[in-house]
């Protein structure tokens, strides 16, 4: 394949951008100004510069929407359970499993885990930072090694695999175009061998800091920590207390329902017809329906005005968090062959980055263990913006040019993905959503990162020759 100016270019902004994310800094405006300048250059024509850039943010829109409205869903249904205080009620009877701190470190990170995977770490930490960091600090566990957990479980092992709702893996398999579902099934395995480690060096490390009941310094620690955000709604029943006892039962039963029966459609049943975005529909159909019952438990007629006020709250959190990721997907379908031809408005689309990697295949890590730590490498850069979905486009395509007889792209493309979120998502930098563990918690965002540091980067490292030896 002879390289093109087009090549080139697209080559030169990929760098570019890699080196904007090093440096801590947005990458949204070299991805448009680069999909602009190439689609240019390719077209020979400045108009299709300018349709290019439109056309680039609206199929990335197209294919990653579903991923805004499952957030959109969850967000609003924790909004609406913490109207009723059902989302106090749900967690209560963890907190008498927390006897001293030792036991307190893993149950916080075992709950945190299981809340993340299905409401995601950001919009999960304030319940879990007002409700059980407290119990855990009584019990002797220090803040910081209570936020050490949390964000370990919930903005690392969680978020990584992000199985339940699916967003990451999605990224991943769109620019690489292979089956979310398998991408998933071997994120979720490296989520908890990188996470596993993690969280058992961390104890390892920190366990002598853990302090007795009846220390004194657990009253210090408690008095930093920050509350949760309480419902600005009036309520409109009369049996708030039973609805919130109705739901504080029906909320977790009904997702747990929803679990085991998508285990059981994959593993059991020839169709596996709930997997990838049709997995994702079917929990964000449940959440709505519960959003809905709650909604109407909490305000009755006012509900009308309710749901579309936790809806609407739940779409800003949704852009807010995913917003960018359209047009930095955007420039990276721009070098896949199979969204390249929509965005420039031609039959056959130019396989700008595949030809890029193929022609310099000499030079890239033949080896099954040097290209999946080539790919990990090339995730914790792309996480460095802060926000560990960014990156995920290009990380998947990098994964299906790097594929080898030795190694699939579903597991270069999950490894890429375990880099990008554990850095990004929000354990090992402090620009990112670390910011608001540490701020729960009442302790220093750069002691965090310290902390988190050496657990995660062993766990990561642990995790992809795990993949490469054992997957």
Partial sequence: MEL???????????LLIIITMIFRK??????????????????????????AIFNANLVAAQELFSIFLIITF???????????????????????LMVNGHVSFFVLAAVTYIISLFFWPTP???????????????????AIIAAVAIAIAGQGM??????????????SAASAGIDTAVVADK?????????GTAILLAYLFYRKSIRSPNDPLNEADLQTLHASETSVNKVRTANLNTWSKIFAILVPLSLLIVVIYMMYNKLFTAGGDLVGGDGAAFVGGVAAIL???????????????YISNHITDGFVFAFKAMGPVIPIAGFFFLGSPDFSGSILGVEEGPALLFDLVTSTQEFLPQSALL????LLVIGIITGLDGSGFSGLPLTGALAASLETGSIDVETLAAIGQMGAIWTGGGTIIAWSSLIAIAGFCGVSVMDLVRKNFFPVIIGLIVMTFAAVFLL
């Fill in 26 to 51: 947005g990458v949204v405006l070299p991805t448009i100004l680069g999909t602009f300048i190439i689609a240019w250059v390719y077209k020979g024509n400045i108009i299709d510069g300018f349709t």
């Fill in 158 to 171: 969680a978020l990584s695999s992000d199985y339940i709702v699916q967003v990451a893996p999605s990224l």
């Fill in 4 to 14: 093109t100016i087009s090549h080139l270019l697209y080559g030169l902004f990929t």
């Fill in 74 to 96: 969850m967000l609003a249904l924790l909004h609406s359970l913490r109207d009723l205080g059902a989302d106090k009620r749900m967690i209560q009877p963890i907190q008498k």
């Fill in 187 to 195: 994120a979720f395995i490296m989520s908890l061998i990188a996470g």
């Fill in 124 to 142: 999960a930490v304030p319940l879990i930072c007002a409700l059980l960091v407290p119990a855990a600090v009584r019990a002797g566990l220090p």
């Fill in 371 to 374: 290209a999946g730590l080539s």
């Fill in 291 to 305: 959003l809905l019952l709650s909604t109407v438990a909490f305000g009755k007629h006012h509900a009308l005005d």
